[in-house]
Each structure stands twice: as structure tokens, then as C-alpha cells.
């Protein structure tokens, strides 16, 4: 699971555009190509499971389990959320946690 700071990260994106909330966005993100990182909630739906889980690994997006679609939403401003799809390569590499520092 994602780490709780990790997921702050997502707000960012959000107001930043990079983020789409919602399995149906999700979905139509995923067949545009649109997404650097995927993530489902711990307690995901079926049609979740099968709507978007598959899409992605068929696409080769990485997919990350979060926490529960209360706190998945909390996190994005609403009550419950099942998927986001994340746009930004860098902001997804945030959340997965593979950012490395560069020298300068």
C-alpha cells in the first residue's frame, strides 16, 4: 500500500490537472494512453477490478493498491473513490516512491 504521505501528493496533482478521480475517467484515460500510474482502492468494486485493473495491465500501466475508497476519496475531495489515474510522469514516480535524487 501506499504510504500516507505519498498520498498527499495526489491533492497536488489534482489541482495541477495531472489527476483524473473516478473508475469511468480512469477507463477512457486508460484507452487514450493517458496515464503514468494507476491507483485502485483496497476495497475495490469487481467492475473495478475488471474494468480497470485489466485495462491497465493489458496498457502496461502501473498500478498501485491504496487505501480504502474512503480515504482514497478523502485524499482527492470527495466521499468515496475506487480509481486515479495519474497523468505526470514525475508526480507518478513520487507516489510510487522511485524519485532519486540528482547531483548537480
Avoid at 495531472?18 to 494507476?38: I, K, N, P
Avoid at 482514497?72 to 489515474?85: F, H, K, S
Amino acid at each position: 500500500m501506499i504510504p500516507s504521505g505519498r498520498l498527499g501528493l495526489l491533492g497536488l496533482g489534482l489541482r495541477a490537472g495531472t489527476v483524473v478521480v473516478g473508475t469511468s475517467g480512469v477507463r477512457d484515460g486508460l484507452r487514450r494512453g493517458d496515464f503514468a500510474l494507476v491507483i485502485v482502492a483496497q476495497d475495490r468494486s469487481r467492475r473495478t477490478q475488471e474494468k480497470v485493473i485489466r485495462l491497465a495491465e493489458a496498457r502496461g500501466v502501473p498500478l498501485l493498491e491504496g487505501p480504502p475508497a474512503t480515504e482514497l476519496g478523502r485524499r482527492v475531495g470527495r466521499e468515496t473513490v475506487q480509481a486515479v489515474g495519474v497523468r505526470d510522469p514525475k508526480l507518478a514516480a513520487g507516489i510510487r516512491g522511485d524519485v532519486k535524487e540528482q547531483d548537480d
